[in-house]
């Protein structure tokens, strides 16, 4: 037989709509024994804590399971007025032995599940494929809007560093600013050279030039921050979240896995049933298929807290990213302007030309 813990008994309070919060399997006339197929979120058996998917069902109230179809435990379980008292057999199984036994089964049940994922229902069928799948899975939608923002921050980003490479100087290519800085000390030579106006022209356009370099400078001082405010983001955010959402694919996975060989088992039972040829494991109690429902319970427990992190961390992360990059872009938006009108009024102030130079003095020079 199985191993397993008799003779316990909870007490379960009716919730509004009347029911406990169970589903019930097994049963006459090829099962044994009842036991607990699945119990609902926040209802009076989940919010207990105590009965598990697979335990096995005794008795309600006094009165003994046995011999009873699921369908008649049910209908007496609804007839019973106010609270429902179980007496049940605990499951007492590793599951992470049952893991290692099926890994290989599980395994390729997940690698289908990744394979198909963004298959059609239609295009699955025809292939043949059985699949398990989240309906109504709103999730899926955020985390695709998440990908497409770190697209943008990824393809921002790269706008910015293409931009500010005009600043930084490169022996493997020309930048904006050190031009200008020699450009200066070059007119600062001519002017050494001339008289009077030109001198004084000269040198202007000299200053000139160093300005520009200098305003470049202090751009470059002022647009750093900004780029690595967004470069956080992209960074070190969208990685830690990528992880998030690597951790909550695999237990959805988990999940679905366990949903299909659950599906695969109540297939077989039935097609054995149908032939009123019961399956030897479900004379014995169906011990292999409720240590199966417990994995599922539990990898289903898992994956929904992992998705409720993965919510939690979607929502923070998009307040985050509207708030900082409304922020950022309005500083780099400042900065540039900045930039460009100190360039403008630098160009006004060196508006020195004609410029009057006395040839001769050149050729003789040369």
Not at 220 to 248: E, S
Not at 250 to 269: T, V
Request: overall charge neutral; proline content about 3%.
């Amino acid at each position: 037989m199985y191993p397993m813990v008799p003779g316990s008994t909870v007490t379960l309070e009716r919730g509004k709509d009347g029911m406990v919060g169970l589903t019930i399997g097994g049963g006459a006339p090829y099962c044994p024994c009842l036991y607990v197929v699945q119990v609902f979120e926040n209802t009076p058996a989940w919010k207990e804590g105590t009965l598990q998917a697979g335990d096995e069902l005794v008795a309600v109230n006094g009165r003994s399971l046995k011999g009873m179809t699921k369908v008649q435990a049910a209908k007496f379980i609804q007839r019973i007025d106010g609270d429902v008292t179980f007496t049940y057999g605990k499951l007492t199984t590793d599951t992470n032995h049952f893991k290692e036994a099926k890994g290989l089964d599980m395994v390729m049940k997940k690698v289908k599940h990744k394979c198909i994922e963004r298959m059609s229902s239609g295009t699955a069928d025809k292939l043949g494929l059985t699949r398990a799948v989240l309906c109504n899975d709103d999730l899926a939608k955020k985390l695709e809007e998440f990908e497409r923002n770190a697209k943008f921050y990824k393809e921002l980003l790269t706008h910015m560093t293409d931009y500010m490479k005009l600043f930084d100087f490169d022996e493997k290519r020309t930048d904006l600013c050190s031009p200008y800085k020699g450009m200066g000390d070059l007119f600062s030579q001519i002017a050494v050279r001339e008289k009077f106006a030109a001198n004084e022209a000269f040198t202007i356009f000299a200053d000139a030039h160093r300005n520009y370099h200098r305003a470049g400078t202090e751009f470059q001082k002022k647009a750093a921050p900004i780029m690595n405010k967004l470069g956080t983001y992209l960074h070190k955010a969208v990685p830690d979240m990528r992880l998030t959402i690597k951790k909550y694919a695999n237990a959805k996975f988990e999940y679905l896995a366990y949903c299909l060989k659950i599906k695969e088992m109540d297939d077989e039972e039935y097609t054995f049933n149908s032939l009123d040829d019961p399956l030897p494991r479900v004379e014995e109690g169906n011990y292999e298929y409720r240590v199966v429902l417990r994995c599922r319970a539990q990898a289903r427990a898992y994956f929904l807290q992992l998705r409720s992190d993965v919510r939690v961390k979607l929502q923070l992360l998009n307040s985050k990213h509207v708030q900082d990059l409304t922020e950022q872009l309005e500083k780099w938006t400042k900065v540039l302007l900045a930039y460009y009108e100190e360039a403008a009024a630098i160009s006004d102030k060196a508006n020195v030309f004609p410029i009057d130079i006395d040839l001769s003095t050149v050729v003789d020079a040369q």
